[in-house]
Protein backbone atom coordinates (compact mmCIF):
# COMPACT_ATOMS: atom_id res chain seq x y z
CA UNK A 1 0.00 0.00 0.00
CA UNK A 2 1.41 3.42 -0.67
CA UNK A 3 1.93 6.40 1.64
CA UNK A 4 -1.37 8.31 -0.38
CA UNK A 5 -3.79 5.40 -0.29
CA UNK A 6 -3.04 4.90 3.58
CA UNK A 7 -3.02 8.28 4.76
CA UNK A 8 -6.22 9.10 2.96
CA UNK A 9 -8.06 6.33 4.24
CA UNK A 10 -7.37 7.42 7.61
CA UNK A 11 -8.10 11.34 6.83
CA UNK A 12 -11.56 13.14 7.23
CA UNK A 13 -11.19 16.62 5.02
CA UNK A 14 -11.28 18.45 8.54
CA UNK A 15 -8.61 16.06 9.22
CA UNK A 16 -6.76 16.82 6.66
CA UNK A 17 -6.47 20.05 7.25
CA UNK A 18 -4.97 20.03 10.84
CA UNK A 19 -2.83 17.21 9.54
CA UNK A 20 -1.55 19.41 6.96
CA UNK A 21 -1.17 22.38 9.33
CA UNK A 22 0.96 19.80 11.22
CA UNK A 23 3.15 18.58 8.82
CA UNK A 24 3.67 22.32 7.81
CA UNK A 25 4.98 22.78 11.69
CA UNK A 26 7.17 19.83 11.29
CA UNK A 27 8.67 20.29 7.75
CA UNK A 28 11.67 22.39 6.94
CA UNK A 29 10.09 25.15 4.94
CA UNK A 30 11.67 25.17 1.99
CA UNK A 31 9.79 23.65 -1.12
CA UNK A 32 11.96 21.75 -3.34
CA UNK A 33 15.00 19.78 -3.31
CA UNK A 34 16.12 21.49 -6.84
CA UNK A 35 19.36 21.80 -6.75
CA UNK A 36 20.78 24.92 -5.31
CA UNK A 37 17.95 25.97 -3.92
CA UNK A 38 18.77 27.44 -0.17
CA UNK A 39 17.14 26.42 2.78
CA UNK A 40 14.92 29.21 4.68
CA UNK A 41 16.27 29.62 8.16
CA UNK A 42 13.02 29.67 10.76
CA UNK A 43 14.27 31.77 13.73
CA UNK A 44 14.90 29.51 16.70
CA UNK A 45 11.27 29.58 18.13
CA UNK A 46 10.10 28.77 15.34
CA UNK A 47 11.82 25.60 15.05
CA UNK A 48 9.59 22.04 15.66
CA UNK A 49 10.90 20.77 18.80
CA UNK A 50 11.98 17.33 17.93
CA UNK A 51 12.88 15.23 21.15
CA UNK A 52 13.90 12.56 18.83
CA UNK A 53 17.17 12.97 16.78
CA UNK A 54 16.17 14.54 13.45
CA UNK A 55 15.53 11.94 10.89
CA UNK A 56 18.45 12.72 8.22
CA UNK A 57 16.50 11.02 5.47
CA UNK A 58 13.73 13.76 5.44
CA UNK A 59 14.50 15.80 2.73
CA UNK A 60 13.53 19.33 3.20
CA UNK A 61 9.83 19.33 1.15
CA UNK A 62 9.06 16.80 3.99
CA UNK A 63 9.55 13.64 1.40
CA UNK A 64 10.89 10.50 2.55
CA UNK A 65 14.62 9.91 0.80
CA UNK A 66 14.90 6.86 -0.73
CA UNK A 67 17.41 6.93 -3.61
CA UNK A 68 21.06 7.83 -2.80
CA UNK A 69 20.79 10.04 -5.63
CA UNK A 70 18.16 12.36 -3.39
CA UNK A 71 20.71 11.83 -0.37
CA UNK A 72 23.39 13.38 -2.38
CA UNK A 73 20.85 15.81 -3.09
CA UNK A 74 19.80 16.48 -0.03
CA UNK A 75 23.05 16.79 1.39
CA UNK A 76 23.93 20.23 0.30
CA UNK A 77 21.10 21.20 2.34
CA UNK A 78 22.35 19.46 5.55
CA UNK A 79 25.38 21.46 5.24
CA UNK A 80 24.38 24.68 4.90
CA UNK A 81 21.92 24.07 8.26
CA UNK A 82 24.41 23.42 10.02
CA UNK A 83 26.61 26.31 8.69
CA UNK A 84 23.73 28.83 9.39
CA UNK A 85 22.66 27.26 13.08
CA UNK A 86 26.22 26.13 14.49
CA UNK A 87 29.37 26.44 12.70
CA UNK A 88 29.26 29.29 10.51
CA UNK A 89 30.27 29.46 6.55
CA UNK A 90 34.20 28.60 5.88
CA UNK A 91 35.76 30.89 2.99
CA UNK A 92 36.84 29.10 -0.31
CA UNK A 93 39.72 27.43 -0.55
CA UNK A 94 42.61 29.78 -1.48
CA UNK A 95 43.68 28.21 -4.41
CA UNK A 96 47.19 29.09 -3.73
CA UNK A 97 48.95 27.14 -1.14
CA UNK A 98 52.73 26.73 -1.42
CA UNK A 99 54.91 25.24 0.21
CA UNK A 100 59.02 26.10 1.32
CA UNK A 101 60.91 23.53 3.27
CA UNK A 102 62.59 24.70 6.32
CA UNK A 103 63.87 22.19 8.00
CA UNK A 104 64.76 18.20 6.31
CA UNK A 105 66.14 15.28 8.40
CA UNK A 106 66.02 11.39 9.13
CA UNK A 107 64.58 10.90 12.66
CA UNK A 108 64.30 7.41 14.81
CA UNK A 109 67.42 5.62 13.67
CA UNK A 110 66.85 6.75 9.79
CA UNK A 111 63.61 5.22 9.96
CA UNK A 112 61.24 8.54 9.23
CA UNK A 113 62.14 11.09 7.37
CA UNK A 114 60.85 14.42 9.10
CA UNK A 115 60.44 17.86 6.84
CA UNK A 116 59.52 21.40 8.18
CA UNK A 117 57.46 23.19 5.28
CA UNK A 118 56.32 26.65 5.75
CA UNK A 119 52.75 27.06 3.74
CA UNK A 120 51.58 29.84 2.90
CA UNK A 121 48.61 30.80 1.26
CA UNK A 122 45.08 33.02 1.33
CA UNK A 123 44.45 36.75 -0.02
CA UNK A 124 48.15 38.30 -1.22
CA UNK A 125 49.93 35.00 0.21
CA UNK A 126 49.41 36.46 3.52
CA UNK A 127 48.54 33.39 5.52
CA UNK A 128 51.10 31.10 7.00
CA UNK A 129 51.12 27.61 8.75
CA UNK A 130 53.88 25.62 9.72
CA UNK A 131 53.28 21.96 9.25
CA UNK A 132 55.42 18.56 10.21
CA UNK A 133 55.53 16.08 7.96
CA UNK A 134 56.72 12.53 9.07
CA UNK A 135 57.00 9.71 6.59
CA UNK A 136 58.77 6.49 6.25
CA UNK A 137 62.29 6.69 5.50
CA UNK A 138 63.03 5.65 1.68
CA UNK A 139 65.29 3.32 3.13
CA UNK A 140 63.62 1.32 5.05
CA UNK A 141 61.11 -1.06 2.96
CA UNK A 142 58.21 0.82 3.02
CA UNK A 143 57.37 2.18 -0.10
CA UNK A 144 55.23 5.61 -1.11
CA UNK A 145 52.82 6.77 -1.82
CA UNK A 146 51.31 6.29 2.38
CA UNK A 147 48.05 6.90 3.05
CA UNK A 148 48.61 10.42 5.08
CA UNK A 149 47.16 10.96 8.21
CA UNK A 150 46.80 14.97 8.73
CA UNK A 151 46.61 15.70 12.63
CA UNK A 152 45.89 19.02 14.24
CA UNK A 153 47.65 18.77 17.49
CA UNK A 154 47.99 20.54 20.78
CA UNK A 155 51.53 20.92 21.09
CA UNK A 156 53.66 22.54 18.91
CA UNK A 157 56.86 21.26 17.23
CA UNK A 158 60.12 22.86 16.24
CA UNK A 159 64.01 22.59 17.33
CA UNK A 160 63.84 25.05 20.22
CA UNK A 161 61.14 24.67 21.98
CA UNK A 162 59.76 27.28 24.74
CA UNK A 163 59.56 25.85 28.09
CA UNK A 164 56.92 23.79 28.47
CA UNK A 165 53.73 26.17 29.65
CA UNK A 166 50.40 25.57 30.41
CA UNK A 167 48.02 27.82 28.03
CA UNK A 168 45.37 28.96 29.85
CA UNK A 169 43.23 29.94 27.00
CA UNK A 170 42.22 33.57 27.64
CA UNK A 171 38.54 33.23 27.64
CA UNK A 172 36.82 34.70 30.71
CA UNK A 173 34.76 31.55 31.63
CA UNK A 174 36.68 28.73 29.83
CA UNK A 175 37.81 25.91 33.07
CA UNK A 176 40.06 24.28 31.07
CA UNK A 177 43.33 25.09 29.95
CA UNK A 178 45.26 23.29 27.34
CA UNK A 179 48.19 22.07 28.12
CA UNK A 180 50.71 22.66 24.97
CA UNK A 181 53.38 20.99 25.65
CA UNK A 182 56.06 21.80 23.22
CA UNK A 183 58.38 18.48 21.51
CA UNK A 184 61.32 18.61 19.08
CA UNK A 185 60.86 16.53 16.57
CA UNK A 186 62.84 13.43 18.07
CA UNK A 187 60.21 13.77 20.72
CA UNK A 188 56.83 14.07 18.44
CA UNK A 189 58.21 11.19 16.10
CA UNK A 190 57.59 8.76 19.21
CA UNK A 191 53.90 9.17 19.35
CA UNK A 192 53.98 8.53 15.61
CA UNK A 193 56.15 5.46 15.67
CA UNK A 194 52.47 2.72 15.11
CA UNK A 195 51.34 4.85 12.34
CA UNK A 196 54.74 4.99 10.51
CA UNK A 197 55.62 1.76 10.94
CA UNK A 198 52.10 0.64 9.12
CA UNK A 199 53.34 2.90 6.29
CA UNK A 200 51.14 5.62 6.88
CA UNK A 201 52.46 9.57 6.95
CA UNK A 202 51.37 11.95 9.41
CA UNK A 203 51.04 15.76 9.04
CA UNK A 204 50.64 17.80 11.99
CA UNK A 205 50.63 21.30 12.71
CA UNK A 206 49.84 23.34 16.12
CA UNK A 207 45.93 24.12 16.32
CA UNK A 208 46.04 27.68 17.53
CA UNK A 209 48.45 28.83 14.28
CA UNK A 210 45.47 28.81 12.35
CA UNK A 211 43.61 30.96 15.41
CA UNK A 212 43.49 31.16 19.14
CA UNK A 213 41.30 29.05 21.06
CA UNK A 214 39.55 32.09 22.55
CA UNK A 215 39.81 35.88 24.23
CA UNK A 216 40.02 37.68 21.23
CA UNK A 217 40.25 35.12 18.40
CA UNK A 218 38.66 36.82 15.70
CA UNK A 219 41.50 38.98 15.44
CA UNK A 220 44.05 36.49 15.49
CA UNK A 221 45.23 34.03 12.72
CA UNK A 222 43.28 33.78 9.63
CA UNK A 223 39.94 35.42 10.79
CA UNK A 224 41.24 38.89 9.82
CA UNK A 225 42.08 37.28 6.01
CA UNK A 226 38.21 37.13 5.61
CA UNK A 227 36.08 39.68 7.41
CA UNK A 228 32.73 38.73 5.51
CA UNK A 229 33.07 35.47 7.01
CA UNK A 230 30.80 34.27 10.06
CA UNK A 231 32.98 31.47 11.26
CA UNK A 232 34.12 30.30 14.39
CA UNK A 233 36.98 28.09 15.96
CA UNK A 234 35.90 24.45 14.75
CA UNK A 235 35.72 25.20 11.12
CA UNK A 236 38.42 27.28 11.16
CA UNK A 237 40.88 24.66 12.48
CA UNK A 238 38.87 22.45 9.93
CA UNK A 239 39.60 24.39 7.21
CA UNK A 240 43.73 24.46 8.61
CA UNK A 241 43.26 21.13 8.03
CA UNK A 242 42.32 21.08 4.52
CA UNK A 243 44.90 23.70 3.55
CA UNK A 244 47.62 20.87 4.44
CA UNK A 245 45.50 18.70 2.14
CA UNK A 246 46.09 21.08 -0.76
CA UNK A 247 49.84 21.15 -0.31
CA UNK A 248 49.90 17.25 -0.02
CA UNK A 249 48.06 17.01 -3.05
CA UNK A 250 51.03 18.34 -4.56
CA UNK A 251 53.54 16.01 -2.85
CA UNK A 252 54.23 12.55 -5.04
CA UNK A 253 54.72 10.42 -1.23
CA UNK A 254 51.20 11.16 -0.72
CA UNK A 255 48.79 8.54 -1.53
CA UNK A 256 45.69 11.43 -2.58
CA UNK A 257 42.64 8.72 -2.14
CA UNK A 258 43.91 8.02 1.22
CA UNK A 259 43.95 11.59 3.29
CA UNK A 260 42.42 10.33 6.84
CA UNK A 261 41.19 13.62 8.89
CA UNK A 262 41.89 12.62 12.96
CA UNK A 263 41.52 14.46 16.38
CA UNK A 264 41.22 13.96 19.60
CA UNK A 265 38.50 16.38 22.13
CA UNK A 266 38.37 19.64 20.95
CA UNK A 267 40.58 19.15 18.01
CA UNK A 268 38.10 15.28 17.11
CA UNK A 269 35.51 17.85 16.97
CA UNK A 270 37.38 20.73 14.33
CA UNK A 271 38.20 16.90 12.38
CA UNK A 272 34.65 15.75 12.31
CA UNK A 273 33.82 19.52 10.39
CA UNK A 274 37.20 18.80 8.22
CA UNK A 275 36.04 15.44 7.42
CA UNK A 276 32.26 16.33 6.64
CA UNK A 277 33.25 19.20 4.61
CA UNK A 278 36.04 18.14 2.75
CA UNK A 279 35.45 15.54 0.39
CA UNK A 280 39.01 14.60 -0.08
CA UNK A 281 39.36 13.04 3.18
CA UNK A 282 38.69 9.18 2.77
CA UNK A 283 38.58 8.39 6.15
CA UNK A 284 37.51 11.14 9.11
CA UNK A 285 38.50 9.77 12.42
CA UNK A 286 37.39 11.70 15.70
CA UNK A 287 38.45 10.56 19.21
CA UNK A 288 37.08 11.85 22.34
CA UNK A 289 35.20 14.38 20.62
CA UNK A 290 32.64 14.63 23.01
CA UNK A 291 29.52 17.43 22.79
CA UNK A 292 29.82 19.52 19.32
CA UNK A 293 31.55 16.71 17.90
CA UNK A 294 30.37 12.99 17.54
CA UNK A 295 27.85 13.17 21.01
CA UNK A 296 24.63 14.01 20.16
CA UNK A 297 23.44 17.12 21.61
CA UNK A 298 20.06 15.44 22.42
CA UNK A 299 21.82 13.31 24.38
CA UNK A 300 24.60 15.49 26.56
CA UNK A 301 24.32 18.10 29.38
CA UNK A 302 23.59 18.05 32.67
CA UNK A 303 19.94 17.93 32.15
CA UNK A 304 19.76 14.65 30.23
CA UNK A 305 21.53 13.12 32.20
CA UNK A 306 24.79 13.54 30.23
CA UNK A 307 28.06 14.97 30.39
CA UNK A 308 28.83 18.85 29.09
CA UNK A 309 25.61 19.61 26.74
CA UNK A 310 25.14 23.04 23.88
CA UNK A 311 24.47 24.77 27.42
CA UNK A 312 27.82 24.35 28.63
CA UNK A 313 29.52 24.23 25.32
CA UNK A 314 28.14 27.57 23.88
CA UNK A 315 28.98 29.12 27.48
CA UNK A 316 32.35 28.32 28.21
CA UNK A 317 34.22 27.78 24.44
CA UNK A 318 32.04 30.84 22.89
CA UNK A 319 34.97 30.68 20.21
CA UNK A 320 34.20 27.24 18.85
CA UNK A 321 30.61 27.48 17.12
CA UNK A 322 29.09 30.44 16.04
CA UNK A 323 26.37 32.94 18.29
CA UNK A 324 23.45 31.71 16.05
CA UNK A 325 23.85 28.12 19.02
CA UNK A 326 23.59 30.39 21.69
CA UNK A 327 19.93 30.49 21.12
CA UNK A 328 19.10 26.69 21.39
CA UNK A 329 20.45 27.13 25.35
CA UNK A 330 17.88 25.12 27.04
CA UNK A 331 15.63 24.13 24.31
CA UNK A 332 18.09 21.82 22.13
CA UNK A 333 15.30 19.97 21.16
CA UNK A 334 14.24 22.66 18.58
CA UNK A 335 17.69 21.96 16.86
CA UNK A 336 16.74 21.32 13.49
CA UNK A 337 20.09 18.94 13.18
CA UNK A 338 22.16 17.08 15.64
CA UNK A 339 25.76 15.93 15.38
CA UNK A 340 24.66 12.37 13.14
CA UNK A 341 24.26 14.60 10.29
CA UNK A 342 28.00 15.60 10.30
CA UNK A 343 28.74 11.61 10.14
CA UNK A 344 26.25 11.81 7.66
CA UNK A 345 28.03 14.12 5.31
CA UNK A 346 31.18 11.59 5.35
CA UNK A 347 29.44 8.96 4.01
CA UNK A 348 30.06 7.33 1.25
CA UNK A 349 33.52 7.92 2.47
CA UNK A 350 35.04 5.92 5.55
CA UNK A 351 34.33 7.29 9.29
CA UNK A 352 35.24 5.60 12.40
CA UNK A 353 34.93 7.29 16.53
CA UNK A 354 37.05 6.15 18.44
CA UNK A 355 36.36 7.11 22.40
CA UNK A 356 37.61 5.78 25.93
CA UNK A 357 34.81 4.30 28.01
CA UNK A 358 35.56 5.95 30.81
CA UNK A 359 35.59 9.51 29.49
CA UNK A 360 34.54 12.11 31.75
CA UNK A 361 34.43 14.63 28.72
CA UNK A 362 32.68 12.09 26.19
CA UNK A 363 29.74 10.72 27.29
CA UNK A 364 29.32 7.08 25.57
CA UNK A 365 25.63 7.06 25.40
CA UNK A 366 25.72 10.57 23.53
CA UNK A 367 28.28 9.08 20.96
CA UNK A 368 26.11 5.67 20.73
CA UNK A 369 23.58 7.63 20.19
CA UNK A 370 24.60 9.81 17.11
CA UNK A 371 26.32 6.55 15.81
CA UNK A 372 23.02 4.51 15.80
CA UNK A 373 21.31 7.19 14.06
CA UNK A 374 23.50 7.98 11.61
CA UNK A 375 23.43 4.50 10.18
CA UNK A 376 19.91 4.90 7.60
CA UNK A 377 22.33 6.97 5.54
CA UNK A 378 25.11 4.53 5.37
CA UNK A 379 23.24 1.96 4.62
CA UNK A 380 20.81 3.51 1.94
CA UNK A 381 24.39 4.04 0.36
CA UNK A 382 25.31 0.57 0.08
CA UNK A 383 28.33 1.14 3.01
CA UNK A 384 27.15 -0.12 6.39
CA UNK A 385 30.79 -1.07 6.97
CA UNK A 386 32.00 2.16 6.12
CA UNK A 387 30.57 3.32 9.53
CA UNK A 388 32.95 2.44 12.19
CA UNK A 389 32.86 2.99 16.25
CA UNK A 390 35.58 1.96 18.91
CA UNK A 391 35.53 1.79 22.66
CA UNK A 392 38.10 0.85 25.14
CA UNK A 393 38.37 1.02 29.02
CA UNK A 394 40.25 4.48 29.90
CA UNK A 395 39.61 8.40 30.43
CA UNK A 396 40.15 10.99 28.14
CA UNK A 397 42.89 11.13 26.26
CA UNK A 398 44.25 10.30 22.11
CA UNK A 399 45.42 6.52 23.83
CA UNK A 400 47.50 3.80 21.70
CA UNK A 401 44.53 1.86 21.75
CA UNK A 402 42.97 4.76 19.80
CA UNK A 403 45.84 4.58 17.11
CA UNK A 404 45.41 1.15 16.81
CA UNK A 405 41.84 1.31 16.43
CA UNK A 406 41.71 3.78 13.38
CA UNK A 407 44.87 2.31 11.80
CA UNK A 408 43.30 -1.22 11.96
CA UNK A 409 40.03 0.49 10.36
CA UNK A 410 41.99 2.15 7.77
CA UNK A 411 43.60 -0.87 6.90
CA UNK A 412 40.48 -2.64 6.64
CA UNK A 413 38.74 -0.14 4.74
CA UNK A 414 40.73 1.77 2.68
CA UNK A 415 43.86 -0.80 2.29
CA UNK A 416 42.23 -4.21 2.00
CA UNK A 417 44.27 -5.53 4.53
CA UNK A 418 42.63 -8.40 6.56
CA UNK A 419 42.71 -7.31 10.17
CA UNK A 420 39.96 -9.93 11.54
CA UNK A 421 38.52 -6.59 13.22
CA UNK A 422 35.15 -6.15 14.32
CA UNK A 423 34.03 -1.91 14.01
CA UNK A 424 30.54 -2.12 14.86
CA UNK A 425 31.07 -3.01 18.74
CA UNK A 426 28.69 -1.09 21.54
CA UNK A 427 29.60 -1.66 24.93
CA UNK A 428 27.03 -3.46 27.43
CA UNK A 429 24.31 -0.81 27.92
CA UNK A 430 25.51 -0.39 31.65
CA UNK A 431 28.19 1.46 30.27
CA UNK A 432 26.07 3.70 28.52
CA UNK A 433 26.46 6.69 30.49
C1 LIG B 1 37.19 20.42 27.78
C2 LIG B 1 35.91 20.63 27.02
C3 LIG B 1 35.68 19.53 26.00
C4 LIG B 1 36.89 19.37 25.12
C5 LIG B 1 38.12 19.20 25.97
C6 LIG B 1 39.44 19.19 25.21
O1 LIG B 1 37.11 19.28 28.58
O2 LIG B 1 34.87 20.70 27.96
O3 LIG B 1 34.55 19.82 25.20
O4 LIG B 1 36.72 18.31 24.23
O5 LIG B 1 38.24 20.29 26.87
O6 LIG B 1 39.54 19.71 24.13
O7 LIG B 1 40.39 18.66 25.80
Given amino acids: ?20 AIAGRLLWPIQSLAANTPPAFPAVADLPIQTNMPNPLVATDGKTITTPEQWLQHREAVK ?26 LLADGKTSYRLVHLTFGPEEKLSLDISIFRPAETNGIKAPFPVIVQP ?25 VKKSPNTP ?9 ALDRGYAVVT ?10 GDYRTTGFF ?20 CVDYLETQSFADKSKFIALGHSRLGKATLVAGAFDERFALCAPAGSGCAGTGAYRFNGKARNGREGLNEIVKNFPQWTIPSLVEFSNRVER ?29 VNALVQSYLAAQPVYALLGVPDHLGINFRPGPHRLAMEDWSAILDFADQQLRGIDVKRHFDQLPPQELWH
Fill in 1 to 20: MNNQTSSARFLSLGGLIIGL
Fill in 80 to 105: QIIEHYALGHMPPPPGNVKGHEVVSR
Fill in 153 to 177: SFSTISDNPPPSVTNAIASGTNTAP
Fill in 186 to 194: ETAVRQYAQ
Fill in 205 to 214: FYYQDCGKDG
Fill in 224 to 243: PAYPDSDWADLALWAWGMSR
Fill in 335 to 363: LPFDQHWLIDLVAPRLFIAADGLDDTAAS
